[in-house]
């Protein structure tokens, strides 16, 4: 194993609370009677844009939710520059620590100037050497990993990642998928399952080891 690769959301950080106010700031200035709650956050988290927007805002015009989509997602990454989102517990000294060992990578179905923000808010850029989103791209969250893989001349990846559609985009772009059971989503097939963030020492040493 050479490398790994993450998702961001459920995975790395909790960034719902930056992301709620963003939103239903953007809300409130389309003087939409809705608010957006962390709890349909965690819904929606890592799905493709155009999914977010239907399940956020079904009874919303489609092209105002779209519009609405993509104010939010400008003003989220505005905030989150400032405000920053909730690190799990030892994601700084885990990464650093990986990093010394392995090549290190995010993939996440996010917008354009979103993980740049994480980087900038928590300092924790130089820790990575790649990322993709379909933001930049375009494409699927599987067909980002395959880019990654790719691009950077990737032998034996493995994938982190917290939600079903994680597993799934792993699976198809062929590598081993390990599911952060503390995130946001329910995973029934994974390779290696960790609890907390810093189990991931351990699991990466067995599988190189293996």
Known sequence: ?????????????????TIVTAWNDVLNQYQIDKEITKEDLKQVLGLPFDE???????????EVAEKVLND???VENAYLIKQGGQLYDDVASVLKALSKRYKLYIVSNCQIGYIEAFYQY?????????????????LSKGDNIK???????????????????????????????IYARYGFGEVNRYDYAIDKFKELLDVITYIKDK
């Open 52 to 62: 977010v927007s239907k399940r956020l805002l079904p009874d919303v015009d489609k």
């Open 122 to 138: 928590h300092d924790l850029g130089k820790y990575f050497c790649d990322y993709e989103n379909p933001g930049r791209t375009g």
């Open 1 to 17: 194993m050479d490398s790994i690769i993450f998702d961001l959301d459920g995975t790395l950080w909790d960034s719902r609370e």
């Open 147 to 177: 880019l990654i893989v790719e691009r950077n001349q990737l032998k034996n990846p493995v994938y982190v990642g917290d939600t079903d559609g994680d597993q799934k985009s792993s699976e198809y772009a062929g590598i081993p998928f």
């Open 72 to 74: 939010s997602c400008e």
